[in-house]
């Protein structure tokens, strides 16, 4: 499958990820984004192999009396991805500079 | 639940399980897995005091669904809707022959079931336009010995009903007569209605301009009379402008005042006219004057509209209490006559909707022909299939995908089709409107809609969904490893196919048979109407109505002679071999009838005199229109105003009134205002003056020179080339005569005709096209089912010819099967059309609707056809190389 760009609350919730956030709701609270947003983008993610998923130790998760929980990590393929995203937003970035700044069309931002 | 103190966040927890019923089955388990170790872990901990925490939870509980919903998506996802297509399409690119086969099946049923629907819809299923429509009722006076349950009314009758009657809230009188307007430019000929104030409320006519007339200005006292236009002559005379208002028209020499301007929908459509055009430009009140409130003289027609909660039935019963007491009251003067009361969608839709309903009956005849084509053809191709789809599931395709696959197939078919099908559909309703615009009421408001546009598509998909679900369903049977076993191409010849198709085929046969047997019933009937006419000659005859105004010619004596010169100077136009004139010429709508006596007969109980048509004729009237002169003589000149009354009688009237007797001598006597006694001098032939199909009637024929009462008559002109050639000199000649007269209606009787039995038409084309279509769609069908089961006989056929067997053998065998299952439908067939003759009964003409000659016609088409499908494989079959049939096992 040729690679897509990611959008950007996927970028979003990958970066949260290779920072080290691991689990669904704990990605929520990092990016503020909603549970209905997060997911889909986790699902996305893991079917281009940007991130994979592995169930937590039954053993831990019984000890604290719940059931298990399921954690999310980068793959290779999912650094190189955030990487080339990263570049590109930081390219849109200098483009919007002037918008931000003020000093682009009336009205700007 | 938030003070539970429980910490596990059961609310949430049961949202999720709710949620998860969302979720694709094979992927639930993980799912809420994954869902509920979050909720629980975020969960702990969280008690009452984090009212905050678990309200936040729930909110993110409740975007689970969100996650379902894609995940659901991803399931049906674009690739795998891709992949499916992608199958689909190849149909189309490897079996082109089937699928333009089952594309042009389903279009053709989709597309005549769609535009004979639309036609049904907008005659039968939609409302009339006016308010409350189903209250609206037509109230007739209903003579009972003669048979005449819609008879128009006397005013005497209507005042009375409107007086003691509690069924309706209240009840209109209407008249549709012409008139003559003149004033600013050229004279025109107008429709016109004379309605009664109550007419308004009854209908619920709100003008689009200015106001209706008021009870007051109905009053034959209020002088000028207040007038109501239709839009259209609003639009075409005035411009559309509101100075229209108030303004003073002169109609038929009387002045009359526009008071309001009806809405453009406004729509009535008169069972009995005096006005051909029926175009009822304007509308002034009624005025019933005090002389005309007799009982005599009937010529009103009634409109009422039923009180809340009333029924039709109640009404019926009220009316028929009421014509009683008026019968007690009136004595012999009402002696078998009743009221009537008729829905008024009834009274306009009337015979069409028989019609209209046989025909969509045809119509989803040819509808099951085409699915149980599209049936078969699906059932065929998914035996062949069986190999293919053994293999996918060995390989761990599971049954909903193959389901689903096969069902994008057969919907995608039934889409393409359903396109095809509307584009047919439109055509067919511009087709079918202009074929029968003038014919059927309310034709002119059928059209496509977007409900209609909905019925189709819903139709298609249907199509494709029922009958591509059973073959999905039965190839993605669990077992159906077994067939890669058993060499997977005789697996389909199972029993219970085998008994679906010869079903399918004596079913196709059955229902094409009633369709072609109907239509070459009314074929037959068309025919016997053409042949035999209305009893004139109608080959070059013009006639062209003229009416004199009471104004410039107040006395019988100017009318008589303006008539007279007019004939003469007709008759003296280039090309006209004969002229003359009648007053209510055949064909044109409205006649005159009254009851008479025969002197020398016994005096009949009241109610029960014999009546006749009465006609009156310049002298040369029935030279000029053919009708033969049975005995006796016609008028002459010598018949003049002050000479002996004689009458001419119709040859029905001489046989009924004075059988085996010789009618010439005998003496008459009409109430006309006076008592008329006259002497019959010639008896002359039949004429059917509303059209073949109409029974023929007593007629008595007086010669307008002696006696006379209307204003107006049709001349009629024999001409020896095309008659409409010699319409300007006519319209010369009656300029000559008076330039203010305006020339109104002229036609040839060919057209009249020819519109007369134009409803009887339209029902043969319709019915003829589809059961073409039918006959077409079941030879496809019988094709296909031949051809397949000869293919799945290969090896058995192979066989027998490596024993021997000679290929006319094997044709034979094949074509005699084949026959078997036709023959099984053409009885069916038969036996059903026999059940429904009963249905076209009132439809035919002169004709037993068991008719043996249309059903046997139809019997040897149909077997032709289905002989001619089932011979082209059976050919096939008979060229069978064993070796290589047998070599490929």
């Known amino acids: 499958m040729p690679r897509k760009t990611l959008g950007n609350t996927t970028v979003a919730v990958l970066n949260a990820i290779a920072g080290g956030v691991q689990y669904g709701f704990d990605i929520m609270d990092a990016t503020s984004l909603a549970s209905g947003t997060v997911y889909p983008a986790l699902g996305r993610l893991e079917r281009q192999g940007l991130v994979e998923s592995r169930w937590e130790d039954h053993a831990r998760a019984a000890a604290e009396k719940r059931p298990p929980r399921k954690y999310y990590r980068i793959t290779g393929a999912g650094t190189i991805a955030l990487t080339e995203s990263a570049r590109r937003i930081a390219e849109l970035g200098r483009a919007l500079r002037p918008l931000v700044d003020g000093k682009g069309p009336k009205g700007g931002v | ?889």
């Open chain 2, 1 to 889: 639940m938030i003070h539970e103190p429980d910490s596990r966040p059961r609310l949430a927890l049961l949202l999720l399980r709710l949620i998860s019923y969302l979720v694709p089955a094979s992927r639930r388990r993980e799912w809420r897995a994954e869902w509920s170790g979050e909720i629980v872990h975020r969960g702990q901990g969280a008690t009452r005091r984090h009212m905050r925490k678990r309200i936040g939870l729930l909110r993110r509980t409740a975007g689970a669904i969100v996650h379902a919903l894609w995940l659901r998506k991803q399931e049906w996802s674009i690739d795998l809707m891709g992949q499916d297509l992608k199958y689909a399409f190849r149909i189309f690119r490897r079996r082109p022959l089937f699928a333009g086969i089952i594309v042009a099946t389903i279009g053709l049923g989709v597309g005549t079931t769609t535009s004979m629907f639309s036609v049904v819809n907008g005659i039968l299923l939609r409302p009339l336009p006016f308010a409350s429509p189903e209250e609206l009722v037509m109230v007739w006076e209903h003579n009972l010995p003669r048979n005449r349950p819609t008879n128009v009314v006397s005013p005497a009758n209507f005042i009375a009903w409107g007086e003691r009657n509690n069924v309706f809230t209240g009840l209109g009188a209407l008249t549709a007569i012409s008139g003559t307007l003149t004033g600013d430019g050229e004279p025109e000929r107008i429709g016109l209605v004379m309605a009664t104030a109550e007419v308004w409320p009854v209908m619920g006519v709100t003008p689009a301009i200015g106001r209706t007339f008021t009870p007051e200005e109905d009053l034959p006292s209020a002088g000028r009379r207040a007038a109501l236009l239709s839009y259209g002559f609003w639009q075409r005379r005035f411009g559309g402008s509101r100075d229209v208002l108030g303004r003073v028209l002169t109609v038929n020499d009387e002045t009359i005042e526009v008071v309001g301007v009806l809405p453009e929908a406004f729509r009535f459509r008169f069972p009995y006219t005096f006005d051909a055009t029926e175009s009822m430009d304007v509308w002034m009140a009624h005025q019933l004057p005090a002389e005309a409130r007799s009982i005599y003289g009937r010529w009103l027609q009634v409109v009422g509209r039923l009180r809340q909660g009333v029924s039709v039935e109640q009404a019926q019963a009220h009316m028929e209490s009421i014509a009683a007491r008026i019968r007690e009251e009136r004595g012999d003067a009402m002696a078998g006559w009743s009221a009537n009361v008729v829905p008024l969608h009834q009274q306009v839709v009337g015979e069409t909707e028989r019609a209209l309903w046989i025909v969509f009956a045809a119509v989803v005849g040819v509808l099951l022909i085409a699915c149980a084509n599209v049936a078969h053809l699906l059932l065929a191709r998914s035996t062949e299939r069986i190999p293919e789809i053994a293999a996918r599931t060995a390989m761990g395709a599971t049954r909903t995908r193959i389901v689903r696959q096969l069902l994008t197939e057969s919907v995608m078919l039934g889409l393409v089709g359903g396109v095809v099908g509307m584009a047919l559909a439109f055509g067919a309703v511009r087709l079918t409107v202009l074929l029968g615009a003038d014919t059927v009421p309310r034709l002119d408001e059928v059209g496509i809609d977007l409900g209609i546009l909905g019925f189709a598509a819903g139709l298609s998909l249907l199509t494709g969904i029922v009958f591509g679900l059973v073959p999905a369903l039965q190839l993605s049977r669990p077992n159906l490893g077994d067939a890669l076993k058993e060499g997977g191409m005789r697996a389909g010849t199972s029993r219970g196919h085998a008994r679906l198709r010869t079903g399918l085929v004596v079913g196709e046969v059955a229902l094409s048979l009633v369709l072609l047997a109907g239509a070459g019933l009314l074929i037959r009937s068309f025919v016997n109407l053409v042949e035999t006419g209305i009893g004139v000659d109608a080959e070059n005859v013009l006639v062209a109505n003229v009416q004199l105004p009471d104004s410039r010619y107040p006395e019988e004596e100017n009318k008589i002679r303006a008539f007279e010169d007019l004939v003469s100077r007709v008759s003296n136009i280039p090309g006209v071999m004969e002229a003359s004139a009648i007053t209510f010429a055949p064909l044109t709508g409205a006649g005159s009838a009254t009851d008479f006596r025969a002197f020398d007969k016994p005096e009949p109980q009241p109610g029960e005199e014999p009546v006749a048509d009465i006609r009156w004729v310049h002298r040369d009237y029935h030279r000029a229109m053919g009708i033969p002169l049975r005995a006796g003589r016609s008028f002459s000149e010598a018949d003049g105003a002050d000479g002996q009354l004689v009458v001419l009688i119709s040859e029905w009237m001489a046989e009924n009134i004075w059988p085996n007797e010789n009618p010439l001598g005998k003496t008459i006597l009409m109430e006309w205002g006076d008592t008329l006694v006259a002497q019959v001098v010639g008896v002359v032939g039949d004429v059917r003056h509303g059209g073949p199909n109409m029974e023929s009637r007593a007629k008595i024929y007086w010669h307008h020179v002696q006696f006379s009462t209307f204003d107006f008559m049709t001349l009629v002109a024999r001409t020896d080339r095309d008659p409409m050639e010699v319409l300007p000199s006519i319209r010369q000649a009656v300029r000559d005569v008076d330039p203010l007269l305006p020339v109104y209606q002229a036609e040839t009787v060919d057209d009249l005709l020819a519109e007369a039995i134009a409803p009887q038409r339209f029902t043969l084309v319709m019915l003829g096209v589809f059961s073409i279509v039918a006959l077409v769609l079941a030879a496809i069908g019988i094709y296909g089912v031949i051809s397949y089961s000869v293919s799945q006989q290969v090896r058995e056929l192979g066989i027998r010819v490596a024993l021997g067997a000679t290929g006319r053998q094997i044709v034979g065998s094949v074509v005699r099967r084949a026959f078997l299952w036709i023959g099984g439908g053409l009885l069916i067939g038969t036996g059903v059309t026999l059940l429904a003759s009963s249905l076209v009964e009132s439809m035919v003409f002169e004709i037993e609707p068991t008719d043996p000659v249309a059903i046997s016609l139809a019997a040897i088409v149909l077997a032709l056809s289905a002989l001619l499908a089932s011979y082209l494989p059976a050919r096939r079959a008979g060229r069978v190389d064993p070796a290589r049939t047998l070599r490929t096992e």
